[in-house]
């Protein structure tokens, strides 16, 4: 899949959380700022990365959970959850609840990285 408007445009939106990149994956897209992955963007939806302490204002927002079929045809929910509706063209709403993606995205354990197999 390649980049496209959409994707470009929500780049541009998110800069003021610094440096965005995105990377191809399952037929979307994984944000990162920096080296934090914080959010989706699947089917041109931004799904922002939420936890044990972000998920209810989501939820109270009104907005459900990423969702994806499983190949036995039952539906397997994420932890990303879609920008509210209200705050898709105010700026200042906008990334507050991108903040709320990269704050969960902070608070996740780091995975330990893998050692590199050298030659000796």
């Known amino acids: 899949m390649r980049r496209n408007e959409y994707l470009e445009w929500l780049c541009e939106r998110l800069a ?3 440096p965005i990149r995105a990377k191809a994956m399952f037929g979307g897209f994984g944000l990162y700022a920096g080296d934090l992955f ?3 963007v699947a089917d041109e939806v931004l799904y922002l990365k939420a936890d044990a302490l972000s998920v209810a204002e989501f939820e109270q927002a009104g907005v459900a959970p990423f969702t994806y079929p499983m190949k036995d045809g039952r539906l397997q ?3 990303y959850y879609p920008v509210p ?3 898709i063209d105010d700026d200042q709403a906008f990334l507050r609840w991108a903040r709320k993606g990269l704050e969960a995205a ?5 995975k330990a990285a893998k050692p590199r197999r050298g030659r000796q």
């Open 38 to 40: 914080f959010a989706i």
């Open 106 to 110: 902070l608070r996740a354990p780091r």
């Open 77 to 79: 929910s994420m932890r």
């Open 16 to 18: 003021p959380l610094g």
């Open 85 to 87: 509706d209200e705050a």
